[in-house]
């Protein structure tokens, strides 16, 4: 008998009795009610208690505000599918600077690793935790460009924002391969004291577009 | 095939690995509670994280309704799970994975090892993983020449020590920041000398020393917090970002998971993802979570394995008062709040899982026969701390006296001649039978101050009764028994009364 015949021998027989489980009760929040304003203020508190920095903007101030969080970069990298009006600050056009990930024109570890940041949008957000999940597509790019850099650019559209994981769920494609961040890479294993930035980037900036 | 009974193995087969202590628990604890540096740091990791669990736990307003759905999922899986296990396997394959079987810690070692050489390699990077701890998967690869680097700072922090894990989410937990610069001095190759005990200066050391591994390593080894059924997704929570290194950056990755972590589907992922960081880290999310189904193309890993280990677990799950343990998810909530391992530490439950949740799993894997792992389920004060904290309401407490049953069952049938036990009780039972009887045994008592020494206390009592003074002393008896007093005293005062009279 081979390996998985035998393990599932073994359960039926340790599952003899038969048992009959109550039904799973689902009483817990699943959908909230929170005004955009609001859900703003409490996404911004959350990352902000993760050192992340936050700016929170209008869509006209979006490529300015990337500019800006990019400035002291030498290097960085953005997915295929970034769109085009978020790089037309005089900063960002024509940019000797920035890379272009694309799929069958990726960038090496190596290259990878001489980038200083990254910048990505994102899929879903959820505010009561401070959640940003990155599914991958076009704008987000595969999940190492937002690894290996050490300075993490992240765009939210409102739009994207719920403010509970169980309405976060349903807008994700689970079988994408999904990232969630909840602030920078952090430790706490050296007498708790925690400690931002070991192996993921050290610093996540996240820009919240309202009208987006 | 299908999940049928097969009418084959009706015996539980037990695990092995590191789930064994070689021990007995009191002697283990007697020994660690002689460290006062680790207790001291134990005291201040385990009070600092469960501080903050409250904290967090008391922002959710439907926190006991979450409980319930993480409980009432994890008792359906348990009863569902051949049917799980074919519908996760047939997902999983579906988008590329390859799933391996295996039965015990040294099969699920050898399919490890295996997919490794045929990479051609010798070094393989590891995200922090129980499964892999329990089978010992380390040592193993070492013997085939396979060196396997631990990237979690914790689990760098112990390997590179040479000690073992004490704790299931803060391994070092028994470190303090001067212990881990002594280690990165002694053990780092290329360290600074003039490195401090500064924490975020030792966490810098440990991203530089494992760059270079992470960027070229061609596997990585993870475990897996949950695995989703209805789609084949596997999901791994971690904070330092090493998890996303070693998932996303070799081209195969190998991840080793009991088969007790399944999930029916997404939905459930919105109970566990709030029932896990907040009762393990007490955050209200850890930063960084990683899902993945099979292989993407063009992201990751192209040769994706997953290992199903038993291990136990069947036997485990055919206790239908122990089973619920596997419905642990690993939070490590227990041990912050248990007063025995607090004082005791990791170290003294001998196997991979301490505190009181390895206080009934490991007996509950091996079977409470094996070596001295009979002696955990006593490694309580039955104070249930632990079930309070439980996120997915493991009765601790209640298993912990069920296994405590098996173990006096399993040794009342090998002995024929009565036990010490059954003697003192048919002496007790004699001595509280009449008050002669009692006034007669209590003329002994002078006889205890024999025993106890100059500071009047008694540090060793003989036979069975020596567990009681293992890890506490007995104040001498007093030289009159309480009823001889009021005798004497009733006798003067009946005498004064006459007098009055």
Redesign the interface.
Known sequence: ?????????????????A????????????TSDMEESALIELLVD?LED?KAHVNVVDAAELSATIAERLKDATSYVVPHGIAGEWLTNAALANDARRRVDA?GA?LG??EL?GTDAVLTSSAVS?A????IVLD?TGDQG???IS??PDHHVCVVPVSTIVQL??EA?PR?D????????????????????R?E?????RQLDVIIVKGL | MSGVFMGMPSLPVFGDGNLHIDEPFPAAAHRELGNTQMRANLRHATHTIRDKRIKVVGELPDWEELRDAGAATKNQVMANLPALLEEFEKNFTARGGIIHWARDADEANRIVSDLIKEQDTTEVVKVKSMATQEIGLNEYLEEQGISAFETDLAELIVQLGHDKPSHILVPAIHKNRTEVRDIFLAEMPNVDPNLTDEPRLLAMAAREHLRRKFLSAKVAVSGANFALADSGTLAVVESEGNGRMCLTLPETLITVMGIEKLLPAKEDLEVFMQLLPRSSTGERMNPYTSLWTGVTEGDGPQNVHLVMLDNGRTAALADKYGRTALNCIRCSACMNVCPVYERTGGHAYGSTYPGPIGAILSPLLTGIKSEENSSLPYASSLCGACFDACPVKINIPEILVHLRGEDVDSRRGEKKLPSQMDLMMKGAQWAFSSGKNLGLLEKGLPLGKLAAGQDKKIKRLPGIAAGWTQSRDIPAPPSQSFRDWWKKEHQSEATTMKQEK
């Open positions: 008998m081979g390996a998985k015949e035998e393990i599932l021998s073994r359960i039926s027989s340790a599952l003899r009795d048992p009959v489980p109550a039904p799973v009760p689902r009483e817990y929040r699943k959350r993760y799929p990726v570890i190596p690793d959820i009561e935790s401070g959640t991958g595969r999940r190492a690894l290996v994981l169980p769920l994700m689970i079988t994408r391969p999904l990232t969630w961040i909840s602030g920078p890479s952090a430790t706490s294993d050296i007498e708790l004291e400690v930035g070991v192996h993921g980037p």
